[in-house]
């Protein structure tokens, strides 16, 4: 796919010397759901609210679909929505006229059909005359979302878009983007939560202190550094691991009732078959096995430390 | 052009005009009516005539400036802080839009909406006071450009506004007491000398001259003196707006 996304060294600095964006180089390919991730303060929303044109770069440069965002800011502009992190909304205006000002503002003509499907897609249709003070924490969301597809974009930014939702809501956010992403729009979301990008992103990027420390395709980051273990459970708890069970890879669950064995699933011997000879000649016996990979969450959190270290 | 948001901001502007239609109709023509009473009939009936002017009709210029004025800068820098104040700007920041464009949709509206206060005003005044407008077409330039002019002024005053406080300070501190002290209730030259000097240095002074001098044909200042500054104020008002969004001061991060 190509890529409809190009950000060369952008960086954003204020006035007090705060850097809050450090060189970002980041190209993002058409029809991809890519997930950013970072702690608060990491720069993600500064990297989004620079693309957009809401904050002016220090430096560096970015192009939507070829076009520049500053010298061809309208027809880069015109091919972005943005889904804000805070619900900015006009609270006595109703649905509609909140969603056709938007689609007028990027110079539009007035399509009711176009506004109607986007407000029906977003179960909305029946709230579109109702103003958005009435509508709950939930439905505005969604009305964030109309606005921003009301003027048909091919990228979409969505800033943190379920934080505060209830389950239920998130997953219906997530079947939004799916939907889009099904009608060949591009997604960037940002997100705290990890199971968010896990269950829906195609790429992951981690940003930290203004720094993109990585991007790469979900399932190759969850291989590359995805560590799996091997649960162990005996029949009799035990004081200490006997001596020939001595590694660096086995460590005795703390009640001592099981054994926990860390292996990289890609390795050309994981050294599971050598274990279960070797506790079975220990005489240990066992009651259970189980195995688990650790999540994106654990890839995330070992990244931002190894980045503070 | 987007002539498309440009038509978008405006009709989204004058929908928020429309919603208090009753108080926007009622409070201006209220007060007109009371400012007849007290000034007109009250007071006004042991006041001499101004210039050849019955005192009652002297003043409907004034009061269509001090309504037009307030209402242009009120409308206007409400129109852009609200946004601001809410957050829904990030909306004009990342469409496709220049500042001409946000300019004409916002001061526009505002520009319109005291318009229509004037007129009410005026029509207002017919049931009070006996006047004949001698130079409409000029009554119309200076009431349109003095709703221009000052819509853009409070657009700057609605960026610069970090409150609902500081919104009100420009016009409570400073717009009112100089269209008080503009002339809107007396003429320049009832003041003494030295007061007729210090008022040539207030802008609404000549506007308000102006203004009058289509609806009586007589003014404290030549009428190309009154154009000239009114001109002048909305040019400096459009060099500080183009500033504004090319740096993006108080507007843009």
Not at chain 1, 2 to 22: H, M, N, S, T, W
Not at chain 1, 81 to 95: A, D, K, M, S
Not at chain 2, 103 to 119: E, Q, R, S, W
Not at chain 2, 196 to 201: A, G, L, T
Request: hydrophobic share 50%; net charge neutral; with cysteine.
């Amino acid at each position: 796919m190509p890529d409809i996304v190009e950000i060369q060294d952008l960086r954003k600095a204020y006035g007090d010397g705060f850097e809050a964006l450090k060189g970002v180089s980041l190209n993002i390919r058409q029809g991809e759901i890519l997930a950013l991730l970072g702690p608060n303060g990491a720069g993600k929303t500064t990297l989004i609210s620079t693309v957009c044109g809401i904050t002016t770069a220090t430096g560096g440069s970015v192009k939507v679909g070829g076009h520049d965002t500053i010298t061809d800011y309208r027809a880069a502009r015109s091919m972005i929505g943005l889904v804000p992190q805070e619900i900015n909304l006009e609270p006595f205006e109703t649905v509609m006229n909140t969603v056709r000002f938007s689609r007028g503002l990027f110079g539009k003509p007035k399509n009711n059909a176009a506004l109607e499907k986007i407000l029906r897609q977003l179960s909305l249709w029946d709230k579109k005359d109702t103003q958005i003070r009435a509508l709950s924490g939930g439905m505005k969301r969604r009305v964030l979302i109309a606005k921003a597809l009301s003027h048909e974009p091919r990228v979409l930014f969505l800033d943190e878009p379920t934080a505060g939702v209830d389950v239920e809501l998130r997953r219906d956010m997530w079947e939004i983007v799916a939907n889009l992403k099904a009608d060949g729009v591009t997604i960037i979301l940002t997100t705290h939560y990890i199971e968010e990008a896990e269950a829906i992103a195609d790429r992951i990027g981690v940003i930290a202190k203004g720094e993109l420390l990585l991007v790469e395709d979900k399932d190759k980051l969850m291989a590359r550094m995805g560590k799996k273990q091997l649960t162990v459970q005996l029949s009799k708890p035990i004081d200490a691991l006997p001596a020939s069970l001595t590694s660096d890879a086995l460590v005795l669950s703390p009640d001592g009732d099981s054994l926990i064995y860390t292996y990289d699933t890609r390795a050309e011997r994981t050294g599971i078959t050598k274990l279960l000879s070797d506790v079975a000649a220990a005489g240990l016996v066992l009651t259970d096995i189980e195995t688990s990979q650790s999540s994106l969450e654990d890839i995330f959190v070992d990244l931002v430390k190894e980045d503070a270290a | 052009m987007n002539w498309i948001a440009v038509s978008s901001i405006y009709k989204f502007e004058m929908a928020r005009f429309f919603r208090t239609i009753t108080q926007s109709f009622v409070s201006p023509v209220l007060s007109t009516s009371l400012y007849f009473v007290v000034f007109g009939a009250a007071i006004g009936s042991r006041i001499q005539e101004v210039e050849g002017i019955s005192y009652g009709a002297f003043i409907v210029p004034g009061l269509i400036m001090l309504s037009v004025i307030t209402q242009s800068i009120s409308n206007a820098s409400f129109g852009i802080y609200f946004p601001k104040f809410i957050g829904t700007v990030f909306e004009l920041l990342s469409a496709p839009v220049n500042f001409i464009e946000i300019v004409l949709g916002y001061v526009g509206a505002a520009a319109t909406k005291a318009l229509f206060i004037g007129v009410i005003i005026l029509a207002t005044a017919f049931f009070f006071v006996d006047i004949t407008i001698q130079h409409p077409v000029w009554m119309v330039l200076f009431l349109v450009l003095t709703c221009i002019s000052f819509s853009l002024f409070g657009f700057i005053i609605g960026i610069w506004a970090g409150s609902f406080e500081q919104l009100q300070l420009v016009p409570l501190l400073i717009i009112t007491p100089l269209v008080f002290l503009g002339g809107s209730f007396y003429s320049i030259s009832m003041l003494p000398p030295v007061w007729q000097v210090i008022s040539h240095f207030n802008p609404v002074v000549y506007l308000i001259s102006g203004f009058r001098w289509s609806f009586f044909g007589a003014a404290d200042v030549p009428i190309l003196t009154s154009l000239f500054a009114i001109a002048g104020f909305t040019a400096l008002c459009l060099a500080v707006i183009w500033w504004i969004f090319r740096t993006g001061w108080r507007i843009r991060q």
